[in-house]
């Protein structure tokens, strides 16, 4: 059937104009690799439908068309919290640390995804990416805990992730050392005896035990700000061994609790024109997907105005944000702040903490965070989406407005700036319907 305009083609607003379209094919090993559940040939909760947006795994291989997926299987349970000792070593708890006795390892899928899509700088998306928290007797445990707030389960069960480090100031009990790997810092092994370098440590979890007294040769490095990021960064390569090499290990259901995934990197691919099955079984899995054009589709859970970047987002990074689409005010961990916290006296610890307190006091009036508010919007969602439940039970990737925060808070993070996708040319209610162009932005 011929087409007259760019409008009847889209479904769009606009009547005339460029637009830049290519074929994609439905990706059935990545989008069900995501779900709890294994994808059975008739199930249609992973089809693509038209103006939904569609994202792409980063492959090794190349191949003629783009293989895309449009929904977001990422379970948006509680999480998976691994058993310490038994699956994985224990966070140390003795001393002034007992608050770490509860801690459970947490490679979840949708963990992972939030906390790197909430990282603020460079810093914590290193460490989000490579699974690393920090944790430490030094006196200052519940700061460790104001920087890096991801660490707790919903239910207020403390959390780690893959490669933990403790810092502490006192000698290190003989039983907690697995061997000594380096003059900076040692490897613990799990109260079991297991060896966290054994191939029967499934999880592959690591804990590091770092002495940060000031005679320590982790702390004699650090004299300037610089020499303290040098450092703590040389740890962690020395560490983990090749950093540029590391691929972040995930469980996403029981069926991958003992052997977990490399957790996939998606880029935007474009916007479905067209509907797809996920199983040729079914019927084409070809997609034609519009890579430039000006669109009229259906908004996300956020207001948008006229003039934002508008970017995609994982349904389980709403917890992230307000209800007005900004990001949540946190305290930001700086080398500055870990500095301050792991170097130094007991009064340049004290003074850290004072820092951190007055900050989080100027933090809180930003957050305006409301369970009520976000649970009336996804209602009013799921009342203006006709097509919900025929289009299954995952949830498409969420359309979002990426606002700029330039405060204290820093309420943008590097993967804002990473997941840019258009421009909106109307303002629009959360799940309304809004024109936007399609791959264009503000540095474009």
Known sequence: MAIDSLGSATNSNF???????????????????????????????????????LL????????????????????????????????????PSFLSCIIENTSHLDMTISTFYADLGDARNELEYFMAFHQISIHGNLGVTREFETIQPHLEHGTGVKTHRRNAFFFMTIDTPDDLIQSSIGTKYAQKSSNSGQDTCSPTN????????????????????????????????????EALGCVDKYKPQVVVSQRSHDAPITAPEFRYAGVALTDACMH??????????????????????????????????FNVEQ???????NRKGR????????????????????????K????????????????????KKARI????????????????FMLVPLKHGSHISKRSSVMDRKRRIGKAISSCKSYGRVDWINGASSEM
């Open 356 to 375: 951190l307190t007055h900050q989080s006091v100027m933090i809180a009036k930003f957050n305006t965070n409301s369970p009520d508010a976000h649970t």
């Open 202 to 237: 499934l999880n592959g979890a690591k804990v590091f035990i770092v002495k940060a007294d000031s005679e320590s040769a982790f702390a004699k490095d650090c004299t300037t700000k610089n020499s303290f990021k040098a450092a703590l960064m040389t740890l962690f390569v």
């Open 331 to 354: 305290i930001v961990m700086t080398y500055s702040t870990l500095m301050g916290l792991l170097i130094g006296t007991n009064d340049t610890r004290k003074a850290a903490n004072l």
């Open 381 to 396: 969602g799921s009342l203006k989406d006709s097509e919900h439940e025929a289009r299954g039970k995952y949830p498409r």
């Open 15 to 53: 009547q005339s104009g460029p637009s830049i379209n290519a074929t994609g094919r439905a990706d059935i090993n990545t989008s069900s690799s995501l779900s709890d559940s294994a994808s059975q040939s008739n199930d249609t909760s992973l089809d693509i439908f038209r103006h939904e947006l």
């Open 56 to 91: 792409t795994k980063i492959k090794s291989t190349h191949t003629a068309y783009v293989n895309v997926i449009s929904r977001d299987s990422i379970p948006m349970s509680a999480p998976l919290l691994i058993r310490t000792d038994a699956e994985s070593p224990r966070i």
């Open 280 to 313: 040729q079984a079914r019927g084409d899995t070809a997609v034609t997907v519009n890579h430039y054009s000006a669109l009229t589709t259906q908004n996300g859970p956020y207001d948008v105005y006229i003039g934002d970047d508008v970017g995609w987002m």
């Open 319 to 325: 917890k992230n944000l307000c209800p007005d689409g």
